[in-house]
């Protein structure tokens, strides 16, 4: 795994940063230009949600390569409040902030691997992973 960079999401003006660095790390890997729409959409909704819900957090691309593929990995990490109800949040059209719902099922969707870890008072962390076809 080689540490790529991250974004701390204090303003709305990082969720635009943190897509920026995504595409850029999609595209340096090979990504295609749907692929690289993809990847930057999870990174919104992800950055978005960390913007919303915690305050503040970081969002990190890191470019992956295992077993002769290669792939990015975002992860997005706060010390907000934790996701409640993690079940709910993952129905699809779940929406607490008036949004499409399109949330973390539509990262998901989105993304090859998906991995959520929230505690509740002490924070969340979602890895979500793309891989090179």
């Known amino acids: 795994m080689e540490f790529q960079s991250c974004v701390k999401i204090i303003n709305e003006w ?3 940063a943190a897509r920026q660095l995504g595409r850029n790390v999609a595209k340096e890997l090979g990504f295609g230009t749907v692929d690289q729409a993809r990847i930057t ?3 919104s909704e ?3 949600n960390i ?16 077993g002769g593929k290669s792939g ?32 973390l099922p539509g990262v998901k969707r989105l993304m090859d691997e998906f991995d959520l870890d929230t505690t509740i008072g002490k924070g969340t962390e979602i890895r979500a992973i793309k891989w090179l076809r």
């Open 46 to 48: 992800l950055a978005r």
């Open 41 to 43: 959409t999870a990174i």
């Open 14 to 16: 990082d969720i635009v």
């Open 72 to 103: 990015l990995l975002i992860i997005a990490s706060d010390e907000g409040p934790g996701i409640p109800d993690v079940r709910k949040v993952m129905e699809d059209g779940f929406s607490t902030s008036g949004g499409l719902g399109a949330g």
């Open 51 to 66: 913007y919303l819900y915690a305050g503040q957090g970081k969002v990190c691309i890191e470019k992956l390569y295992e």
